[in-house]
């Protein structure tokens, strides 16, 4: 503000301006109506990628076997945790076990084939949050739902909230130290793992996440999250387990959707397949997709080009006077 910028806060995007191929501004939804905004660059940072659907760019849905995507889910915290358990599960693959020995992720599996948590509820994630009575419980799980519509979104949320005090009742039951523990609070809305994944002008693929791919225009690097398939089509990951991944970058010409001027994709949008972007969509890596394209946006409004005909190392550059650092030591890009 300090800047003359005008921010619009709950103000959705709820169309695009065009001229041909290029975009030439978006149409807001704000309390007096719609109203249109005209700019050089647009940032999708939609997750779904609004915008660029509008701008017609191209995308896929899901994985290539049958387009069924990662489940929705909703995450909730639960208080009066009795600490003195230290008790925790990050994930399935978590040896972490109960006071009899019993392994934990194995006892959530039991209670899911018994119908004691919900379909699908394979496993109970227990997570810190700043207070030691307390835990996030990342564990409801909605598969199949198209949440590309309202009716789908509608019904996930539905679902996933109806989970909530099935889940609690598990923790009592079986969670050392959760005997006692009571609903605080629950997400706003349903979190979507994965939707639209735009083709760009460059496709991260598979192998580039495994085995740590370098580009010569990288604009985020060492990007790095484990391929984490939340499984589409039941509990658990849909390969058994969470793959590896190798440190990799995060190419400019994956933020450039493929034939749309004036846009630059980021966060879980950029382009890549259904089992990199299983990785690149975590918030370690969403957050500098977007610091790169805001940059990449200035710099192309700054120099009255289009993102496609800037060049990538001003972005390089400008990151790097931040402090980002994009070439490690000894690489040849
Ligand atoms: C249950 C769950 C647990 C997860 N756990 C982790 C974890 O532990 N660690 C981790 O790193 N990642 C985790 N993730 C993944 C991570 O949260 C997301 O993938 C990441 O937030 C993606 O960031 P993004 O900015 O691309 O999209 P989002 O964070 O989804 O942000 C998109 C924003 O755009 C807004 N928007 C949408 N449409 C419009 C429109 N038309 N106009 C204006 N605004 C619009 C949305 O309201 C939203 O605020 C989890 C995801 C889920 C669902």
Redesign the pocket.
Known sequence: MENGVYVYLQ????DVIMDGKRITGVVVLTPKGLEELYTSVVVD????G??AMRAGAPFEVGRASDGKCQP????FTVENVDNSHRFFCYGGSDPVTLPDGRRYSEVCKEACARGELPENVSIVRIHHTLRTDERNI?ATQANGFDTLTPQGNTAAEYLLREQIPIVIDFLRKHAPGFENCRLKSSASTL???ETRRFIGDYVISDEDVEKGARHADVVVHKAW?LIDIHNPAGGGQAEKHSQPATLYDIPYRSLLPKGIEGLLL????ISGTHRAHASY????V?IPT?QAAGTAAALSAQKGCTPRELDYHAVQQTLADYGVQLFTEGSSC
Do not use: K
């Open positions: 103000t959705p995007v709820a940072a939609t997750g779904d609004f915008a929705a889910a909703l995450e990342n979190g979507v793992h999250f980021s966060g879980r949008n969509r975590v918030m370690g969403a977007g």
